[in-house]
């Protein structure tokens, strides 16, 4: 009877395991693809000025918010996936704090700045809207549990003996904080700085979930 049992339960546990890493396999590449995407198409649209959160500004912001919504709840599904296959009880708790961080951030849009949409004035805007100021703290829980999830990967890694994983981990949050840095401070292309920081951390994530998922 007991084995029985276990054959049942066994294969509803491995197939829900699946579909959640698949959440997180797929979340940050669908995000970067549709971001990318419209930066390349929108008119108006400089990544070296605009941060590709303006990209929910516009007749065509729905696409961009939506894209937050969707991966946001991608990743916070694929965290509990993460949870099953990795040891640390923190990673999967930050990562999905980055998926809730991305869906507030999709919520609350920013003030269109900066020449984009076309017609909006050049500089920053005179004041910020409540809105704006809601998706700069969200991004800014965002980016810190994305950054932190790398980190306490990379150290569970590192105690694995998994040297390479570990080492991407460690590098691609310490590119995320000073991407982040860099644009908080102004610094030169500070979008496209940010975005180039960001990008790999969130793929390094989805990454880790492909690897467990193909190790399934």
């Known amino acids: ?9 066994s294969p509803t546990v491995s197939i829900s395991t699946r579909a959640l890493l698949t959440c997180a396999a797929v979340s940050a590449p669908l995000w970067a693809a549709v971001s990318l995407i419209q930066a390349a198409t929108r008119e108006g649209f400089d990544l070296t000025r605009h941060p590709l ?9 729905w696409l961009q918010i939506t894209n937050f919504l969707v991966a946001g709840l991608l ?11 990795v040891r640390s009880k923190w990673a999967p708790r930050l ?5 809730l961080g991305m869906m507030a951030a999709g919520v609350f849009v920013m003030d269109p700045a900066d020449g984009f949409p076309v017609g909006t004035p050049a500089g920053a805007p005179a004041a910020l809207s ?10 800014t829980i965002a980016f810190a549990a994305l ?3 790398c980190y306490v990967l990379g150290r569970e890694f590192s105690r694995d003996g998994r040297w390479t994983l570990a080492v991407i981990s460690r590098i691609t949050g310490t590119a995320t904080l000073v991407g982040n840095l860099w644009a908080m401070t102004g610094g030169k ?4 700085t940010l975005a180039a920081g960001v990008i790999p951390s969130m793929l390094w994530i989805s990454a880790i979930a492909a690897r467990n998922l193909r190790r399934r």
Do not use: D, K, Q
């Open 53 to 61: 959160s303006e990209l929910s500004t516009g007749s065509l912001g």
């Open 75 to 85: 990743t916070v599904v694929g965290a509990a996936g993460l949870g099953r296959v």
């Open 1 to 9: 009877m007991t084995t029985t049992a276990t054959a049942t339960v």
């Open 95 to 99: 990562v999905r704090i980055n998926g």
């Open 147 to 149: 950054i932190a999830a």
């Open 130 to 139: 409540w809105h704006a100021y809601g998706h700069f703290l969200s991004g």
């Open 189 to 192: 292309a500070g979008s496209l």
